[in-house]
Structure formats: structure tokens, C-alpha cells
């Protein structure tokens, strides 16, 4: 209980010391104690020493402390306590007390501090088990990114096997798809441009992972012939490697800044990765947003302005500050036309178009995922130069060498059996896939689609086709894919796809280039026949006709006056084209080459069945003799093919799948010469 102040006569209490001005004069001096007097400078005040106790000198009752009563002075006050350690704390003393020992830290113990002060002094791992919760989670998230290191390549893999991976890219997957630009980006590689430009890490990630999730063998013995297993234990965890690498190079904020072709060329690269990763909502998403890109940059003109290809930014940002009224001279200065770039934007725009193309004939809606039909006024951009990336520079073109084939010759012929489809997109996505309203004028579409897509084979050279029999020492290639994984595991293993000159690389392109042509040629056609009758077949139903196809144009006008006599479809023209059909099918198994077929294969698969289940997919009454004779090899392949999609490994079965594979396809692939 505290004092009672004498001097007061109201009896309240005061637990503070009277100010000097409040005491008396005659007062003061009494609390002046005689033998208190101050230091020299160079002597310490008894009052800061630090006395040698122990924990034993330490008084243990109240009787080992002075009387409280033995500060009080004259006038009741006694000095201000100072406060008292934790034992006398706990005893209740209210006296000075000199014993040295820390005090504790009141309140509840901050483990997160004692976790930092531990790890700072000692060098031992913190408890990690902090989440958001926790209240230093945002302010170590803030520190991690301002401490992160700075991306390069090297953050996707160690260099010896990035230059691996840099020249699969451009031996096997650029014949495909001819982008970038293979000098200008080998010499931004080598100049490191990956240091100082996010957009360009972001390009050479999504390269890399394409490469890995379209064919993932080839990485696999890459891997193994430099004892990098541990490091990259299967292909996924690469994959997921170079996605992340492309997400954290391209930052959070890159819509805001002006766009490129670059940023096109991501966005499709890395809705390939979710299609070849079976992660299809990723795959419409990406390639939803490569079309819009595509759109902000002005790649379906066909003026496309030039600029230097990988920093074309600062030239967007000018046209922006001209557009806003922020330019001093009003004018965007001209510019020279830089050939690559226009290129560039070229094979972009048509890789973009061929693959929503290709999806919507899979079975894609036009609604999901779409591309604007040419007009007159804004036709889509012409195909490209036939003029391999060696002889492109920004000034413009060299010559060729007399009988040498461009790698872009097999590259615009695709893309030529796609543009022969664009009548039947604009008319599915007017008026719905399927659906009947003009049946003669779609008949005349469909017609005129098939007659252009069947004769895109005849203009192109003899590299990129197939004999009507295979040379007997490229059959027994065929059946030897794939190289025993055994063979790639000790260093310095012969590959394949190893480069042995350009001679070698050229044929490897036209291979790859020959596969994918004939592939999407079938499927486009499958995909028309397969329109044709199910068109047919409605406007039969809707104007009380039979259902078969066994009537001829003469019973179609008898039945409907107002049919025109070249209306109606007899079971001989599509029988005709069935088997013409059937026999190029089977004349694509029988010269294949599973090798070139490899990078890719998710594609080539989904064309070849898609071919397959159209021509088993028609009525027993409508079959000929010949697509009778063939019928249940052909349903086996459509089973083989479904099979060969199915993801993860064979482990029940103690066996490698690329192994099961194989020998799978060297099954299916035997019985081609009783047919053809």
C-alpha cells in the first residue's frame, strides 16, 4: 500500500515525490544527504559500478534488505523505487534492489524473433513451418524478392545442355514451326541477351519446354549421356521448369507494356506445352491469348510495320506517345523495312492460324477459339518467302543455290491445305458446325475444299512424297525405331538427329516436313468427306429422302421438284473418294518412318486417327468391297492409336513404354503390303 502524504490534509494519496519547488527552503536541505558528493571526471560513480555478485549473495528473506523505512526522510517522502528484480518481484518487496541478474521479458514469447536471432547467430536452420498466418510471412516474401537472383539461362539448365537443346529445337521442331528467326537468335544467345531482355529468357524457356513436351525421348538421353539424371529425374519436372521460368522472366505486369511478336510467339509456344502436357484448359487459354496478341500487334494485316526484331518495344511506345499527342515532332520518323520481322509475323500468324485449324477439325468449337475470316478489305497476310533463315537478314534476301529445296516449301504447302478450309471456318462459325441452311451452296463449299486440298500435293517437289512403294533399305529402318534407351546411357553415345553436315539437316527437315504434310492432308480430307455426308444426311432426313445414299439424282428430283439434278450424291462418288482415301492412308503407314515422325507425334496421331475412325465410322450399306477388306486392320489401329495416348508408364508391367510402343507399331505396320 503506498504512503499517505502527511502534508496533505485531504488524506489522498501521492505515489510521486514532491517536486523541490513544492518543498520549503527550509526543507530542501534536509534531503541533501551529508555524505554524497560528486566525482571527479576521471573517477566512476559508485552508483554505475557494477557490483561482483552472485547468485548467492542474493538476499534470500526480507530481512537481508534495509528497512523500507530507512529512506523515508524528513516530510514523509521517500526516493522513487527503482524496479526489483524477479525474485524480489515475487516476494512483493518494494525496495531498490542491486542484484544484476537480467530481467525476464514480459508477456508471451516471441518465437519468431528467437527463431531469427538463432538463425543469425548460430547458422542452424529455422523452423519453416511459418505460413501466412504468420506475422513475418509478408515482410520474408518482400525480402526474398528483393534478395532473388537475377534469371538467366543457366536458370533453366546448366549450359552444355542448353546448346543440346537449342539445336533439337531448331533440327526438329523449327521444320514445323519456322520461328524465331535461327541466326538473329543464336546471336542474341551468344551476346547473352538473356541477361538484359525478360522477353527473350521468356521465348528461349518456352522453346526449350515445346521441345521437351513434343518429344521427350530426345531430351531423356541428352540427360543421360551428361549424368544429369539426379538433376532431372523425367520430363515433367523440366517442363515445369521452363514454364516457371517463362512466367517469372515475362513478369507480372507484361500486358501493360507494348507487345511483339515475341510475346505471341510465348504465349503459342506455351499453349503447345499444355496440348503435348494433355493440360487442355492451359492450352485454350494460351493460345486464346496468342490470338489476341496476335490481333494487338497486327499480324492478320498484311502490313505489318519493320522494327529490330527482340527490341521493337521502344518503337511501340513511340507510335503510342504520337498516338497520345505526346510526341514534340507529331510524325513517327519512317522506317526501313526490316525482312525478318515481316517474316517473322508471317510464319507466326500462320503457325497460329493452322493450329486453331487443326483443333477445330479435332472437334474444337469456332465459339471456344476462333480466328476472324479474311475480308476484302483486310485479307489475311500472304505466306511466306521460300527462302531458308541463312538467307534472311533485316535489309532482305539472298538467292538460293540452284536445286536447293527451302525448308518452307513443305512448310506453305501445310499451311496451304488449312487456308483451302477457310470457306468451311467462316461458314461453321456463322452458322454452328453441322448445321444445315443452304445445302447446295455448302455442297458447292465443301467441293471446291476438297478439290484445292487434294491438289496442294501436286505442286510440291518429289522430296516431300511418298512412293507408292518404300526402297527396301529404308523398310527395314522403319521397324527399328526407337534405339534402345540402353545405348545413351554412357557418355559420348552416338544419337540420333546427331548433325552431320546441312545435307543431313535438310533431309531430316523434309522428312519431318514430308510426315506432317501427308498427315494433314488426310485428315483435312477425312474431316470433309465427314462433313459432306453428315450434311447430306440431314438435308435427306429434312425432305423425306432415304437415309442411305443408294438413291441417284434422278430419285432425289422425282421426290423434291426443286433439287437440282447434280444435288444429290451417289454411293459411287463417295465410295470413290473413301477408298482413294483408304489407299493413301495405307500408303502413308507403309513408308513411314517412325523416326521423323517423332517431334510430332501427338499431332501426327490425332490426324491419323482422326482419318481412321472416318472411314470406319460409315455404314455397313454405304462400305465398298476394298474398305470391307481392311476394315478390322483399320479398326485395330484406331486402338493402337488411342492406346498410344494414354498417359504415364507401364508399371505394372515391369517393362519400358517406349519399348511396348515400338514393338506395337512394328506390329501394326506389318501387315501394310497385303493392302497397298
Known amino acids: 500500500m503506498a504512503d499517505v502524504n502527511p502534508s496533505s490534509g485531504d488524506g489522498n494519496t501521492s505515489v510521486y515525490p514532491p517536486h523541490p519547488s513544492d518543498i520549503p527552503a527550509q526543507h530542501q536541505t534536509d534531503l541533501i544527504d551529508p555524505s554524497f558528493r560528486v566525482p571527479p571526471p576521471n573517477e566512476q560513480s559508485p552508483i554505475l559500478q557494477q557490483p561482483q555478485q552472485t547468485q548467492d549473495d542474493h538476499p534470500q528473506s526480507l530481512h537481508d534488505h534495509p528497512s523500507p523505512d530507512t529512506g523515508k526522510k524528513k516530510g514523509g517522502q521517500g526516493p522513487r523505487l527503482r524496479k526489483a528484480c524477479d525474485a524480489c518481484s515475487k516476494r512483493k518487496v518494494k525496495i531498490p534492489c542491486q542484484f544484476t541478474r537480467p530481467t525476464k521479458r514480459r508477456g508471451p514469447r516471441n518465437r519468431a524473433a528467437d527463431a531469427i536471432r538463432d538463425e543469425l547467430l548460430t547458422g542452424a536452420p529455422r523452423d519453416r513451418h511459418s505460413g501466412p498466418s504468420s506475422p513475418t510471412y509478408a515482410a520474408r516474401t518482400l525480402a526474398s524478392l528483393a534478395q532473388r537472383p537475377v534469371l538467366s539461362a543457366e536458370s533453366i539448365c546448366p549450359a552444355p545442355l542448353l546448346a543440346r537443346f537449342v539445336d533439337d529445337y531448331f533440327n526438329l521442331i523449327h521444320p514445323l514451326m519456322p520461328i524465331p528467326h535461327e541466326p538473329s537468335f543464336r546471336s542474341a544467345l551468344a551476346a547473352r541477351q538473356d541477361l538484359t531482355s525478360p522477353t527473350f529468357l521468356a521465348l528461349l524457356a518456352s522453346m526449350i519446354g515445346c521441345l521437351v513436351a513434343s518429344i521427350p525421348r530426345r531430351p531423356r538421353q541428352h540427360i543421360l549421356d551428361l549424368q544429369m539424371e539426379a538433376q532431372f529425374p523425367n520430363s515433367g519436372i523440366l517442363i515445369e521448369r521452363c514454364h516457371v521460368m517463362a512466367i517469372e522472366a515475362r513478369g507480372l505486369a507484361y500486358l501493360d507494356r507494348p507487345q511483339t511478336v515475341e510475346d505471341s510467339m510465348i504465349s ?65 520518323p ?119 486440298v487434294e491438289g496442294v500435293l501436286g505442286g510440291v517437289p518429289s522430296a516431300l512424297l511418298f512412293p507408292n512403294k518404300p526402297p527396301p533399305n529404308e523398310a527395314a529402318q522403319d521397324r527399328s525405331y526407337p534405339p534402345p534407351i540402353q545405348g545413351f546411357i554412357s557418355p559420348g553415345a552416338q544419337l540420333p538427329f546427331q548433325s552431320h553436315g546441312s545435307n543431313e539437316q535438310m533431309k531430316t527437315a523434309l522428312e519431318i516436313q514430308k510426315a506432317n504434310l501427308h498427315a494433314a492432308q488426310l485428315a483435312t480430307r477425312s474431316y470433309l468427306l465427314q462433313k459432306y455426308s453428315i450434311l447430306s444426311t440431314s438435308f435427306r432426313a429434312n425432305n423425306n429422302l432415304p437415309t442411305t445414299e443408294t438413291n441417284t439424282s434422278e430419285d432425289a428430283a422425282a421426290i423434291v421438284p426443286s433439287a437440282d439434278k447434280d444435288d444429290s450424291t451417289t454411293v459411287d462418288e463417295l465410295a470413290e473418294d473413301r477408298d482413294v482415301l483408304t489407299k493413301d492412308l495405307l500408303n502413308l503407314l507403309q513408308n513411314l518412318n517412325l523416326t521423323y515422325i517423332e517431334p510430332d507425334g501427338l499431332s501426327f496421331t490425332n490426324k491419323i486417327r482422326q482419318a481412321d475412325h472416318t472411314l470406319i465410322s460409315v455404314p455397313a450399306d454405304s462400305k465398298s468391297e476394298f474398305l470391307r477388306r481392311v476394315e478390322t486392320y483399320l479398326t485395330g489401329l484406331v486402338d493402337f492409336l488411342v492406346d498410344t495416348q494414354r498417359v504415364g508408364p507401364r508399371a505394372e508391367e515391369g517393362v519400358d513404354e517406349e519399348e511396348v510402343r515400338a514393338r506395337q507399331w512394328r506390329e501394326m505396320l506389318r501387315p501394310m503390303g497385303e493392302f497397298v
Not at 493440360?279 to 494485316?301: E, F, N, P
Not at 536447293?404 to 458446325?433: L, P
Open 268 to 332: 503459342l509456344l506455351q499453349g503447345l506445352i499444355g496440348a503435348y502436357s494433355w493440360r487442355w484448359d492451359a492450352c485454350r487459354l494460351y493460345l486464346g491469348q496468342c490470338v489476341t496478341i496476335s490481333k494487338v500487334v497486327g499480324l492478320h494485316r498484311r502490313d505489318v510495320p519493320g522494327s529490330e526484331p527482340f527490341v521493337n518495344a521502344a518503337n511501340a511506345a513511340a507510335a503510342n506517345a504520337v498516338a497520345s499527342g505526346n510526341s514534340r515532332e507529331g510524325t513517327i
Open 334 to 452: 519512317p522506317q526501313k523495312t526490316d525482312v525478318v520481322l515481316q517474316e517473322l509475323c508471317k510464319r507466326t500468324f500462320w503457325i497460329i492460324f493452322s493450329t486453331v485449324t487443326s483443333l477445330q477439325q479435332l472437334g474444337l468449337s469456332a465459339r471456344e477459339l476462333s480466328i476472324p475470316p479474311p475480308t476484302a478489305l483486310e485479307p489475311y497476310p500472304d505466306l511466306p518467302l521460300e527462302v531458308d533463315d541463312e538467307h534472311i537478314t533485316a535489309q532482305g534476301t539472298r538467292p538460293m543455290a540452284e536445286g536447293e529445296i527451302s525448308r518452307m516449301v513443305g512448310f506453305n504447302a501445310t499451311m496451304s491445305v488449312y487456308k483451302a478450309c477457310i470457306d468451311i471456318s467462316t461458314m461453321d462459325a456463322a452458322y454452328g458446325s453441322n448445321e444445315l441452311f443452304d445445302w447446295p451452296r455448302q455442297k458447292d463449299f465443301i467441293k471446291r475444299s476438297l478439290a484445292s
